[in-house]
């Protein structure tokens, strides 16, 4: 029995004052929720602030994006052992806007990640296709070159979870439906097992991501190889955000 995970990626958004008030609100509203991991990934500036803001609830801390270096000369970056030190337990790697708009390639992606297991924390690995790519029937190619790319047996099964995320899904209000989102999961895992085998694969978390809302999140959970979501629009309003996590601990419950 794999525990759903609701993670918000809050991209490019929100200032303190903004960010207190949705922190408070998704605080409210998770304490009455269990059998939900609940993860919030800020922007950088806000990760200290946001430390102390979910210090003592069940909400956990992760970021959007790291340098594979410990330290150095790398003007703007910042490391794990960073991360690590103001709380965070996550973090996100190869994100489509970090793949697409940033340019990251499979072989840098590959060494994030392992920076961020060696340190000690979980990697959120995403993979994806773009439009082009589904409608040339190379999806599964596609995520398969993705997941070969980053993860191998070195990488710690329990400090990795991978979230597929199609990239014509992400902002664009299209969602894979439950249907799409199961075949590519249930591709994904297989996968996973060569590499980890079969009952470690079978506790590894494959979450969703592509314009999850309150509406569609509980058709998406039901589906017996999604594991939860990576939401990005809708975690910026608490409301929409818990709407999200009730709607997988209700699915979980329901099984
Ligand atoms: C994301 O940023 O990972 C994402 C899935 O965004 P959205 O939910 O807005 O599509």
Redesign the pocket.
């Known amino acids: 029995m794999r525990t759903p995970l609701i993670a918000g990626?809050w991209?490019m958004h929100k200032t303190l004052a903004e960010a207190r008030a949705l922190v408070g609100g998704i605080r409210a509203g998770v304490e009455g929720v269990s059998a939900v991991d609940v993860l919030v990934c800020p922007p950088f500036q806000l990760l200290l602030p946001m430390a102390k803001e979910v210090a003592g609830t069940r909400i956990m801390l992760g970021a959007q994006n790291v340098h594979e270096e410990p330290k150095g000369a790398f003007t703007g970056e910042v490391s794990v052992p960073m991360l690590a030190d103001v709380g965070c337990t996550h973090v996100i790697v190869g994100?489509s806007e970090r793949r697409h708009v940033f340019g990251e390639d499979g072989q840098r992606l590959a060494r994030k990640v392992r920076a961020v297991v060696d340190a000690g924390l979980t990697a959120v690995y995403?993979v994806g296709e773009t439009l082009d790519e589904r409608e040339a029937g190379r999806t599964h190619q596609v995520v398969e070159d993705q997941l070969s790319d980053a993860i191998s047996a070195e990488i710690p099964a329990n400090k990795l979870v991978v979230a597929y995320?199609p990239v014509w899904?992400?902002?664009?209000g299209k969602t894979a439906t439950p249907g799409q989102a199961q075949d590519v999961h249930a591709f994904i895992r297989p996968k996973l097992a060569d590499v980890y085998g079969r009952d470690t694969t079978d506790a590894l978390r494959i979450l969703y991501?592509?314009?999850?809302k309150p509406g569609n999140a509980a058709d998406l959970a039901a589906q017996p190889d999604v594991d939860g979501a990576?939401?990005?629009?809708?975690c910026l309003v608490a409301g929409d955000f818990l709407a999200i996590i009730s709607a997988a601990a209700s699915v979980g419950a329901a099984t």
């Open positions: 990626n991209k994100h995403c995320e899904a992400i902002g664009t991501g592509g314009s999850v990576l939401v990005g629009g809708a």
